[in-house]
């Protein structure tokens, strides 16, 4: 890889995930399953979204940006994981290795961001309905999801840089599904405290500053909700925030379930089983949650279905 070949490894391998041969191809087509429900569904609200104009709001086009994120992140990871569990091993060569965790911590912190983002959206909307507009004006909105790619991507680049640059003499079997920080460190033939300590400050930063922002923001929701007097109208603000309260809690727990703990060997056993849900499970239920809960979106996707 470099002049002085410091760095051997110029490929890894991926170990996968640990599956007795019986149960392979049980796992390849509830994998193929969920990752086809997850693109359909989530293309799906964006085209709704899109050709409705009555969802032409900033509510549905920070759905429509989480859409997307998540079309993206369970495609850095699945494709990979398929062709992984039927082959037991699959070569992933250096670069497409940094790539890979680009992408993943890139997608992952901007769709954190973007929860909290739209907790805010929603106070805006509870607290101060007749200036929603004003306050949550095109600009505004453009420049909220922005800076949440923006803060995403430096942030993954960051570790991206600070693994690439680690010397890797061998082994050089990661033991994962896909090229995650944690695992592709345990490899490095250096010491790494600091690439842990950067990605359990800075990531778990973010994270937590996040978390807080959101949990503040249904504080101040729930305070609002507690002063409307009738109950269809608190079933009605209500039923605007259950659906995003639902996919926050699922890739808060196991964003921090992963990332706030260190790395042994038992842990990364258990951040397989967490990375399946956050690349596999919860990208198909999050536009599942958004349109069954959502009266609008329901209304929208009726009237898209009936055009064709």
Known sequence: MNSDNTTSVTYFVLAGLAVQANLQMLLFLSVLLLYTVALAANLSI????????????????????????????SSVV???MLTNIMSQKEMISFWGCMLQIQFFHFLGSTEVILFSV???DRYVA?????RYTVIMSSNVCL????????IGFYHALLHTIMTARLPFCGPNVVKHFFCDIK?????????????????????GTIVTSTLILTILSYVFIS????????????????????AHFTVVTLQYGTAIFTYAKPATTDSLDQ????????????????????TLRNKDMKKALKKLLKRF
């Open 143 to 150: 420049c909220l999801a922005s800076c949440s790619w923006v």
């Open 126 to 130: 509870i607290a101060h309905p007749l």
């Open 78 to 80: 699945v494709p990979k």
């Open 46 to 73: 964006m085209v709704i979204t899109i050709s409705d104009l009555t969802l032409h709001t900033p509510m549905y086009f920070f759905l429509y940006n989480l859409a997307f994120i998540d079309i993206c992140y």
């Open 223 to 242: 305070k609002f909700l507690l002063n409307i007097k009738t109950s269809q109208g608190q079933k009605r603000a209500l039923s605007t925030c259950s």
């Open 271 to 290: 951040d397989r089983i967490a990375a399946v849900i956050f690349t596999v499970i919860t990208p198909a239920l999050n536009p599942i949650i958004y």
């Open 183 to 203: 695992p592709v460190l345990n490899l490095a033939c250096t010491d790494v405290s600091l690439n842990l300590k950067l990605l359990t400050r800075i990531t």
């Open 118 to 120: 739209m907790s805010y």
